[in-house]
């Protein structure tokens, strides 16, 4: 399926997406959708993208993005190199959350919505600067799936990055 077809199309959380039936496995993340998306949209803490079922009005999946930062010291050599050293801090984009619901896991949903998600990062860092997409994998096999698609491993930190420039190669 490409993200072009109409099958998947991601949309802004809004009030008639029935987050309360959504259920991955993961207790933290069905109660962010369940209880707390929808409050931190409205602060502008973080902008949640939903993949809906319109059939059956039933949330798929989805993810959170929010700005971010993290400390030069922590990115490897290699890639901290490139940076001027007056920067203290790199902007990024976090990807927050991240989530299937169970009755459509094994899909490749997973892939298809950090695409988008990743997509749609470097289309922003276009307006607003970011260095990186930043992802705290929960476990190890949230990790794997990450390095899977390159993302690599902060030095002394559980998060992940994959920089623009790579996603930059995806999309242009």
């Known amino acids: 399926m490409s993200l072009s077809q ?18 991955c496995g993961e ?17 502008k803490l973080s902008v949640c993208f939903v993949l809906n079922d319109e059939q059956i009005n039933l949330v798929k999946g989805y993810y959170t993005l929010s700005n971010n930062g ?11 190199k490139k940076i ?13 959350r991240l989530a299937i619901d169970k009755r459509y896991q094994s899909g490749g ?6 695409v988008d998600a990743l997509k749609r990062s470097w289309q922003l860092s276009l307006e607003i600067g970011s260095f ?3 992802v ?9 799936f990450y390095l899977k698609y390159g993302f690599i ?7 992940m990055f994959l920089p623009m420039n790579t996603i930059k190669q995806l999309f242009s």
């Open 109 to 114: 949903l997973g892939k298809l919505l950090l």
């Open 84 to 96: 001027p050293s007056s920067y203290a801090t790199l902007p990024t984009t976090l990807l927050g």
């Open 132 to 134: 990186a997409v930043i």
């Open 27 to 43: 207790a933290m993340l069905d109660n962010y959708l369940h209880k707390q998306a929808g409050q931190d949209v409205k602060r």
């Open 153 to 159: 491993e902060l030095p002394d930190s559980k998060k």
């Open 6 to 23: 109409n099958k998947f199309k991601t949309e802004l959380l809004a009030s008639y997406h029935n987050k309360k039936e959504f259920c």
């Open 70 to 80: 993290i400390p030069l010291n922590l990115v490897p050599d290699l890639v901290r």
């Open 136 to 144: 705290d994998p929960l476990h190890d096999k949230a990790k794997d």
